[in-house]
């Protein structure tokens, strides 16, 4: 009897998790490697569209996904003072969640059959001459493998041994993160806009909000010795209601520097390669990243499942996912600068622009995203 291939998951996130629930087939063991002292994921929301909710459906986890976030029926834009500049309601086979990442991330844990390893940070890959894969942790062990799946997120160890493009980008901008219960409900999503500013509003389920707030800075500038609260206070502030009052009650506060790459092709070594944001890391600009990261881990997982560890495998699941991981990482940085803008003649512009376009036109502009099937692709 032929010994079952060995495939090697470098990172315990949406990507490298998904993928393991995708591939199905008995040919092969999966070990996850997490360089955290746990598999879990942070604290803030994730909205995920139809365009991943379709793969979550084949994996038979949607009802589960669903019953755990909450639905974005209806998006408002808004200026800071309140004015509404456009209204419009998502509308597809599926539906627009927002769910807590921990709640996802623990969907997706539950519910794969694989090795799981914490506290394994990658260091080292080496091809050997049979073609297989030698890999050295920071804990001092070395693993032998038939594959390595890089989904080890956007400072990827294994991108570096397979592209070495260098630090990801700054995009001139931060962002801050919470979850955070309230008495009453919103019932919408939003996103309003200021000047080098913008704020997020989505619903999880029962109250619960996340929130997200963009200023144009430095990189990962400090917030001491202001404190975050008190400076999110001062920039938010007079922004429309409920903006201050989530921002006052939320008690962890995340933030990150807004990075990306530039899409590179190129994604595998021998059978070593990319996936998810250390494949094509975007800005979330369109909320994309996760869900991109989720048809990749099913495109790449079917491949393998169609060809097995053969070159051709990876070419077809590159050929397949970069054009559109290209197509959303470009679009996403272009919404990103048209959010982040300061000049007060362009503000009124895009602001114009956004209340005079219908928002059948609008949603139609965005709806390439949404409505992309990847469940339907020949692969
Ligand atoms: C502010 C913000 C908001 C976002 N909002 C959305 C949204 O609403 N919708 C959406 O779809 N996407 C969104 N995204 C994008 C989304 O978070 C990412 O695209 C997604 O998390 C990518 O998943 P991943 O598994 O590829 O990488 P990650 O989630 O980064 O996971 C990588 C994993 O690898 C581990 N790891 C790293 N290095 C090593 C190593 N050397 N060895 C072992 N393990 C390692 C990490 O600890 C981590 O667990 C947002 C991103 C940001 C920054």
Redo the contacts with the bound molecule.
């Keep these: 009897m032929q010994s079952k291939k060995q495939i090697a998951i470098?990172?315990?996130?949406?990507?490298?998790l998904t993928f393991a629930r995708c591939l199905t087939t008995q040919e092969y063991d999966i070990h996850i490697?997490?360089?955290?002292e746990r598999f879990e994921e942070i604290g803030a929301a994730?909205?995920?569209f139809p365009n991943?909710l379709c793969v979550m459906d084949k994996l038979q986890l949607l009802q589960k996904i669903i019953e755990s976030s909450g639905q974005i029926k209806q998006v408002y834009l808004k200026t800071n003072k309140g004015k509404i500049l456009s209204k419009s309601e998502p509308k597809s086979d599926y539906p627009v969640i927002c769910i807590h990442r921990a709640d996802l991330h623990g969907i997706l844990l539950e519910n794969i059959d694989a090795n799981l390893y914490n506290n394994?940070?990658?260091k080292n890959i080496s091809h050997l001459d049979n073609g297989q894969i030698s890999i050295q942790f920071e804990n001092g062990e070395n693993r032998i493998f038939d594959a390595v799946i890089g989904?080890?997120?956007?400072?990827?160890?294994v991108r570096k041994h397979i592209i070495n493009d260098g630090p990801p980008i700054f995009r001139g901008y931060n962002?801050w993160?919470g979850v955070v219960k309230t008495n009453f409900e919103i019932g919408y999503g939003s996103e309003t806009y200021g000047k080098g500013q913008r704020v997020g509003i989505v619903p999880i389920k029962n109250g619960v909000y996340g929130w997200?707030a963009t200023s144009n800075e430095n990189y990962m500038q400090d917030d001491s010795p202001e404190g975050t609260k008190e400076k999110l206070s001062r920039l938010f502030g007079d922004w429309h209601s409920p903006i201050p009052e989530l921002i006052k009650n939320t008690e962890t506060i995340l933030k990150?520097s807004?990075t990306d790459r530039k899409p590179h092709k190129g994604w595998t070594k021998g059978n070593v390669t990319l996936?998810?944001?250390?494949a094509h890391?975007?800005t979330?600009n369109l909320?994309?990243?996760?869900?991109v990261?989720v048809e990749g881990a099913y495109i790449l997982a079917t491949s393998i499942q169609k060809y097995g560890l053969t070159d051709k495998s990876f070419e077809r699941y590159e050929e397949l996912q970069f054009p559109r991981s290209e197509n959303i990482v470009n679009e996403s940085l272009k919404f990103g600068k048209m959010g982040q803008l300061t000049n007060p003649i362009l503000i009124g512009l895009r602001n114009f622009a956004i209340w005079a376009i219908p928002s059948r036109v609008a949603m139609k502009m965005i709806d390439k995203y949404f409505s992309y099937r990847v469940t339907n692709l020949e692969i």
């Design positions: 470098i990172g315990g996130g949406i990507a490298g490697f997490e360089k955290k994730i909205s995920i991943a394994y940070a990658l989904s080890d997120g956007i400072h990827s160890a962002i993160r997200w990150n807004l996936l998810g944001d250390a890391p975007t979330p909320g994309q990243g996760g869900c990261a």
